[in-house]
């Protein structure tokens, strides 16, 4: 069964700046790709941003290009994204899971879903 335990939201100001990181367990971490969705209420969950399995690739939603960052650390299982320049329209739950192929319209694999991190960016 896979796992994945993500923490780091919280409230943010718009400009701000939050590092989410998401733990993994279940599965080979190193030979997947990993991606970060978000979703909002009444939404679907969509990809924000996608980390091939070495960690050499990575790829972006248009709206959070140049100012998200993933990153992961397979040695510790770990995956992260660093957000900065928050605004409003990022509020939302934050998930990651691991992904058919590093191509963007590749599905999610993971058998489970962890239970998000809220961001809120608010004044």
């Known amino acids: 069964q896979d796992q994945f335990v993500e923490s780091g939201g919280g409230l943010a100001q718009p400009g701000g700046s939050l590092t989410l990181s998401c733990a993994s367990s279940?599965?080979?971490?190193?030979?997947?790709?990993m991606g970060w969705y978000r979703q909002t209420p009444g939404s679907e969950r969509e990809l924000v941003a996608t980390?091939?399995?070495?960690?050499?690739?990575?790829n972006y939603a248009e709206p959070v290009k140049g100012r998200f960052t993933v990153s992961r650390n397979n040695a510790k299982m770990m995956t992260y994204l660093q957000m900065n320049n928050l605004k409003p329209e990022d509020t939302a739950v934050y998930y990651c899971?691991?992904?058919?192929?590093?191509?963007?319209?590749?599905?999610?694999?993971?058998?489970?879903w962890g239970q998000g991190t809220q961001v809120t960016v608010s004044t």
């Open positions: 899971n691991r992904r058919a192929g590093y191509s963007w319209y590749q599905p999610v694999v993971g058998n489970s």
């Open positions: 279940g599965f080979h971490f190193s030979t997947e790709v």
């Open positions: 980390i091939s399995a070495a960690g050499s690739n990575t």
